[in-house]
């Protein structure tokens, strides 16, 4: 059961990385190339195949606007601010083997 539990969030991973990927090239939105709102991304829903013996049962993507972005935790490993982020996308996948009862929600 660990070993299907690592296999699945290791694959969610892979997978939330291609749509964050595909999130941030999705810039088809003419408006967000204007001086007014140059930090916009278009992070339109979209599909993406599960891995075999999986299935995809969220996806989301939601646009960050660019500014200081707040590591959560507490020092040395988090807690700090980190200045300049650009705008981007972020993309969560909940992936899950049917019948297993299992879920892997992985976030980029």
Not at 25 to 41: E, I, K, L, Y
Not at 59 to 82: D, H, R, S, W
């Amino acid at each position: 059961m660990k070993r299907r539990v690592l296999a699945l969030a290791t694959v969610g991973i892979t997978v939330a990385g291609a749509a964050a990927i595909y999130a941030l090239v999705d810039r088809s939105d003419d408006s967000a190339t204007t001086p007014t709102n140059a930090n916009a991304f278009n992070c339109n829903t979209f599909q993406i195949p599960a891995p075999a013996g999986a299935t995809v049962e969220s996806l989301a993507a939601t646009a960050v606007p660019a500014g200081t972005f707040q590591v959560p935790g507490t020092p040395p490993l988090g807690g700090y601010p980190v200045a300049d982020v650009p705008a981007h996308c972020e993309v969560t996948v909940t992936l899950t083997h049917p019948g297993a009862n299992d879920h892997a929600k992985v976030q980029v």
